[in-house]
């Protein structure tokens, strides 16, 4: 290629990219989906805009996540087990007001004052409704291990079990030593006792989930959360 | 080389060379400038948290929505919105049950132009079955319960559809169904069908039963007992009821607990199934009762279930001295023990029911704060008739308890009550030693908070009073009743709490502290769910207008107001909440069906047959047809047309119904008939058309004012008596007619009342115009009253006078007789007759007594009583012939069944002033109350 013709494909190119921008400018500023309805639990409303408060609050347990299910799908079915939960129990469970206060300032601590204020206006909300939000997540949390912590019964077996099958392996993967399982006795039943609280309580959300009406709209709704996500 | 040339070619070159260049590097830095500034230029919102609003633009289905539906969108232009405002917005939308989906789009920055996308929410217009001819569709609609027709349709539910089909088909003994369902949309967005197709069943048929376990009772009695049998196609549902039935079988032979568990075992390529009843007795139980004659029938139901022992007996021995105290025996006792024997249980109760006793007076001592006669009446006792007492023996022992209650509500909380007897022969009286105690009252009542009410309001809305009784579940009603004092001004989210607090001895200061909530306005009227009927007629009963308080109580008669049209198979009114202070009212009607058939066949019975000989046509078919058309043109009218056919009478009769009168609120008929009638004295042809007017006097009560405007054209085919000028064959008299009518019923039921009167007052004029003949005053009276005058005896009187002045014709005088007015006589034979055919002329005067005792017979038959009845009155031809000692007077008993259209009547009737020819008493056969 000569230097002339060298140029104007070097000028063409360039004229390209700047097309592109201006029209894209303009593309990305027509009417885009912002909200509506990402699931009904009987008949009672999951907006995407809850779903992005509690994804982005981090008012979700992140040790049920799904391997193959994306972060918001995690949360959306983290949502509609506390909706289900509530429903179940009714209005019969309370938070005390220090516990939700100390929820409160643990997130202010993660996040930091700033972040944190930044994240309230990003959807227009103030404590007061982010408390709600939490109270909802604490309570289903509580209804949780309330209702199973106390009924699960830890066998020598489940001790022995998760020591061999979960224990070692992780502190080789970490090269970290290995301690003697009455060392940390209290470790190892505490993760056993959280890891069946959580399979009895997973049974018990199947049961109340086969007996709901739940439908899922979060598809509609992909391009503008994954945009959300970058 | 000329470097000069050189230096020249390459200044120009070095100058094009450099002119490309910096062109080149303009467009670089633009792009890069471009690429820079572009996301800060041209955003596409998310690091935008708030914005105002430029635009609205709401969309239903597709199209640009109905202003009501606008108006429930509680945003306007100019107004800052959040991601969480909307996402409450979309909250409050979904709730209001009108849409299925709701989107919003979002165009624009700070300045946003937003987009509502709203899908309406879809009902269920027809359930339909494909594939299924020889299945009861019908009734299977009705047994799938989470989809009905006229309800929202909600995607999940058709597969909790799918899955309750499934076993409603098993049931009716189609196996192994291959259901696939499906939607139908129609044209209208917000109706659906849904399609069931049932590819297919499988039916099995029974190889065998077999019957293992504790087969006490005979096989072969129990197999007898099946409807199936082996070689049947099996019906769950019939094998359900016929394990009912071997349970009965089973609990004859004193084994109440038995449980029967049923294997199936299908065999597919053959279709059969096998059936294993395992059978499992548990215990049996026997009951003795011995010192009285008790039936069993009360204390088996005890033992049905598996119940502790001790329990069980002792709730059989409270139910052999209640039952035992109810027939008189007032001191009955009762001992009762259980003796296990080889797998039976037997329970044994010795009764000793000592004296029967007649209650012959309730008599209170000893008390202040009430007469005698006031607690009688509290506590609902009615003073004695006659050889009768006013309560029950277990009535009388539950008495204690009630003025316990009682006196508890009037502040008396260490009220006792000591109750001792007074016998007299066979008859006791009853004295309750009342120790009322110190009354606890009401010093001083206060209330916090309030700010917008005044307190002197307050205090005239709740039950507590100052100096009044102090009663601590009243003043828990009284926060309700202030509630609902709030609500019913428009307030809401007023929180109420009581606190009580004992200030001295027996006196108390009762305090309600009340928060006070925002007090709402209605901004707007939102109508939805209306197809058919216009948004006027329902407007019209909306007791609130844009601009009102919100006020509950108008809200709430509202609705009835609405149900009360008679249009509609669901009402609901929600508020919307806008912005603080105000709501949307939104009324949300399903519009019910439109188009009634019945069709009816019954009998008449207007002749008596006559005692002892053969019945001669007394009781004749009649059928009647009646269609009706509803919300006529969505005006909320109503058109219907009935015929009646017996050998008798012919009648066809038009109406049109509206709810309102030009505008105002007055039920009115217009109606037009044509009628034929045989009569005993004549048969005529009558054909009209009337317009009436029913207004209820008194909100809320059963007092009604009607209004008629009639014309009438009729012409006796027929005449038994002789002609005059008035009474003529063949030629038509018209009469044009005004009447009021005064209905005032308080029974407690209109076909079997027991309590209660009624009256009522018709005036008539009848006036010559439009070339009629009329000229007549008619009035006719009634009045009926209903005593109970103990537990299932009820005693009744009526009375009717009528009185009529002018030309009369025969069809519009009065007529007395037969089994509805006086039943000493055959129909319409009450008063004069005509000297030469000896049949009945009429009157212009007429007076009738009736008066009714009936009372239950068998105690076990619970709808059939006797009846004693004495009638007496008269017919006269002129009023100037009335005369109160001329009455007729006719005795009678006989027996009813009753039904829910009234009683079924078996009488005999004596007259005592029948002539001596006709002494013979009168067999009646009727149905309804002779009044």
């Known amino acids: ?230 | 080389m000329n470097w000069e040339g050189l230096v020249l070619m390459s200044r120009s070159t070095g100058v094009s060379e450099l002119s490309q260049h910096s062109h080149f590097s303009v467009l670089v830095f633009l792009a890069v400038l471009l690429f820079l500034v572009n996301p800060f230029l041209f955003s596409n919102g998310l690091s935008y948290s708030q914005w105002s609003i430029s635009h609205i633009d709401v969309q239903l289905d597709g199209k640009t929505a109905p202003s009501e539906i606008t108006e429930l969108i509680p945003i306007t232009t100019g107004e800052v919105l959040s991601y969480h405002k909307i996402s409450r917005i979309i909250k409050e939308l979904y709730d209001t049950g009108l849409f299925s989906d709701i989107q919003v789009e979002k165009d624009g920055d700070e300045q946003a132009s937003l987009t509502f996308i709203l899908k309406s929410q879809p009902y269920v217009r027809n359930i339909m079955f494909r594939g299924s001819d020889n299945l009861p569709t019908n009734k299977i609609k009705k047994e799938i319960t989470v989809l009905k027709e006229r309800e929202p349709f909600y995607e999940g539910k058709l597969i909790q559809a799918n899955k309750e089909l499934e076993e409603i088909l098993k049931q009716k003994g189609k196996f192994d169904p291959i259901i696939n369902s499906y939607v139908r949309p129609s044209d209208d967005p917000s109706l659906l069908d849904v399609v069931f197709n049932i590819q297919t069943t499988n039916e099995y048929i029974i190889r065998n039963i077999r019957i293992k376990g504790d087969v006490i009772v005979p096989d072969s009695r129990l197999r007898k007992k099946m409807t199936l049998q082996e070689g049947n196609s099996y019906i769950r549902s019939t094998l359900e009821k016929d394990i009912e039935k071997l349970k009965e079988l089973f609990s004859e032979e004193g084994y109440q607990r038995v449980e029967i568990q049923v294997n199936e075992d299908f065999s597919h390529p053959e279709n059969v199934v096998s059936l294993v009843l395992n059978i499992k007795a548990h215990e049996k139980i026997e009951i003795e009762v011995s010192g009285a004659d008790v039936p069993l029938s009360l204390l088996k139901p005890i033992w049905e279930a598996n119940v502790f022992l001790e329990w069980g007996v002792d709730q059989g021995k409270a139910k052999i001295i209640r039952y035992l105290q109810k027939k008189g025996y007032l001191f009955a006792n009762v001992r009762g023990s259980v003796v296990r024997e080889e797998n039976t249980i037997k329970i044994l109760y010795r009764v000793f029911p000592g004296e029967k006793y007649k209650i012959n007076d309730i008599v209170f001592k000893k008390i202040d704060y009430f007469t005698p006669e006031q607690l009688k009446s509290e506590l609902a006792i009615r003073e004695n008739a006659p050889l009768l007492s006013n309560i029950t023996g277990d009535e009388l022992f539950e008495l204690p308890s009630e003025i316990e209650s009682l006196y508890e509500t009037r502040g008396f909380p260490q009220v006792r009550i000591t109750t001792n007897f007074r016998k007299m022969g066979n008859r006791v009286d009853a004295v309750f030693f009342i120790e009322e105690g110190v009354q606890n009252k009401v010093e001083k009542i206060s209330f916090q908070g309030v700010k917008e009410l005044k307190p002197k309001d307050l205090l005239q809305s709740i039950e507590t009073s100052e100096g009044g009784p102090f009663y601590q579940p009243m003043v828990q009603r009284d926060v309700e009743n202030l509630e609902n004092h709030y609500l019913n001004r428009g307030y809401r989210g007023t929180e109420i709490y009581s606190s009580s607090e004992e200030t001295g001895e027996h006196s108390y200061y009762v305090a309600f502290e009340v928060t006070e909530g925002e007090r709402v306005l209605i901004k707007n009227i939102v109508i939805a769910g209306n197809k058919i009927t216009r948004r006027n007629t329902i407007l019209r009963e909306v007791l609130l207008q844009p601009g009102d308080y919100a006020r509950y109580d108008e809200i709430r008669a509202t609705k009835r107001r609405l149900e009360n049209l008679g249009i509609f198979s669901k009402v609901e009114i929600e508020e919307v909440s806008l912005e603080p202070g105000s709501r949307n009212l939104l009324i949300n009607v399903r519009e019910g069906k439109r188009n009634y058939v019945s069709l009816g066949v019954g009998l008449e019975t207007k002749n008596e047959p006559r005692s002892f000989q053969a019945w001669d046509s007394i009781i004749r078919p009649r059928g009647t047809v009646e269609l009706i058309r509803g919300n006529i043109f969505g005006t909320g009218a109503h058109l219907s047309a009935v015929g009646q056919l017996s050998l008798k009478e012919k009648r066809g009769v038009v109406s049109w119904e509206q709810p309102y009168l030009f505008g105002i609120p007055v039920d009115t008929y217009l109606n037009a008939w044509l009628e034929r009638e045989s009569r005993k004295s004549y048969g005529f042809d009558r054909r009209g058309i009337s317009l009436s007017a029913i207004k209820p006097l008194v909100r809320d009560e059963n007092k009604l004012f009607m209004m008629t405007l009639r014309f009438a054209r009729t012409s006796l085919f027929e005449l038994k008596i002789s002609e005059s000028e008035v009474d003529r064959q063949f030629f038509p008299f018209s009469a044009t007619s005004i009447s009021g009518s005064l209905i005032w019923d308080q029974r407690d039921d209109s076909f079997n009342p027991e309590t209660g009167y009624f009256a009522s007052a018709v005036l008539e004029w009848a006036y010559p115009l439009f070339h009629a003949e009329s000229d007549y005053l008619k009035l006719f009276t009634k009045y009926q009253q209903f005593l109970r005058i103990m537990p299932k005896v009820t005693f009744s009187f009526t009375s009717r006078l009528g009185l009529g002045k002018g030309r009369m014709p025969i069809h519009e005088r009065f007529f007395a007789g037969g089994s509805n007015s006086y039943r000493g006589t055959p129909f319409d034979e009450l008063g004069p007759k005509d000297p030469v055919s000896l049949q009945p002329v009429g009157g212009k005067a007429l007076f009738l007594m009736n008066f009714e005792l009936w009372f239950p017979v068998i105690s076990y038959l619970k709808d059939l009583y006797g009846a004693v009845f004495y009638d007496k009155g008269n017919l006269f031809y002129k009023r100037s012939l009335f005369d109160l000692m001329d009455l007729q007077d006719t005795l009678g008993f006989g027996l009813r069944y009753t039904t829910p259209l009234g009683p079924l009547r078996l009488e005999l009737a004596w007259n005592f002033d029948a002539p001596s020819d006709k002494k013979q008493p009168l067999v009646i056969v009727a149905i309804g109350h002779v009044f």
């Open chain 1, 1 to 230: 290629m000569n230097k002339k013709a060298k140029r104007a494909f070097q000028c063409g190119t360039v004229y390209s990219w700047v097309v592109f921008f201006i029209l894209g400018s303009f593309v990305s500023s027509f009417a885009q989906r912002i909200d509506g309805i990402a699931a009904l639990v009987n008949q009672e409303v999951i907006t995407v805009t809850d779903l992005r408060i509690v994804k982005s609050f981090g008012l979700y347990d992140s040790q049920r996540r799904s391997q193959s299910a994306s972060l918001i799908r995690s949360v959306l079915e983290e949502l509609i087990n506390q909706k289900l939960v509530q429903q179940f129990t009714g209005e019969n469970v309370e938070m005390s007001k220090e516990q939700i206060d100390r929820f409160m300032a643990d997130l202010e601590v993660r996040f930091g004052k700033q972040e944190l204020k930044e994240k309230l206006d990003e959807f227009g909300i103030n404590r007061v409704v982010l408390r709600e939000y939490c109270t909802d997540f604490l309570v289903y949390k509580k209804i949780i291990s309330e209702r199973f912590s106390r009924s699960v019964v830890i066998s020598l077996r489940d001790l022995e079990e998760h020591y061999q099958m979960v224990y070692i392996p992780e502190q080789k993967a970490k090269q970290e030593p290995v301690k003697q399982m009455m060392d940390i006795l209290p470790e190892i039943e505490a993760a056993v006792q959280e890891k069946n609280t959580r399979e009895q309580a997973d049974e018990w959300m199947n049961n109340l989930r086969n007996k709901a009406d739940i439908q899922i709209r979060l598809h509609e709704y992909m391009d503008f959360l994954d945009h959300d996500e970058q």
